[in-house]
């Protein structure tokens, strides 16, 4: 799943996202409500939010490599590492 903000994008990885763990864990660690967690359990992205990401890292530190991005697209994409 992914959701691209003006300035941001948030990316995260289909199957990961099903995780009801990993959506809470993801909820828990961000700090501006980027993540939430579906009535299902899965992973929901706030696409009001995603702009308001701080660059913080905490939800990569939260979760495997690999299964969240965050791009910045006002950096043509790069990806917060
Ligand atoms: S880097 Fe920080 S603010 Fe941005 S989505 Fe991840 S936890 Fe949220």
Redesign the pocket.
């Known amino acids: 799943m992914r959701v691209d903000g003006t300035f941001i994008a948030?990316e995260v990885d289909d199957e990961a996202a099903e995780d009801a763990d990993l959506a809470r864990t993801l909820t828990e660690?961000?700090?501006?409500d980027?993540?939430a967690q579906g009535d299902a359990g899965g992973l929901e992205i706030v696409e009001r939010n995603v702009d308001?990401?701080?660059?913080?890292?905490?939800?990569?530190d939260a979760s495997a490599p690999g299964v969240?991005k965050?791009l910045k697209l006002y950096d043509d994409g790069a990806l917060?590492a």
Request: proline share 5%; charged share 10%; hydrophobic share 65%.
């Open positions: 948030i660690a961000c700090p501006v980027i993540f308001e990401c701080v660059l913080c890292r905490l939800c990569l969240v965050v917060l």
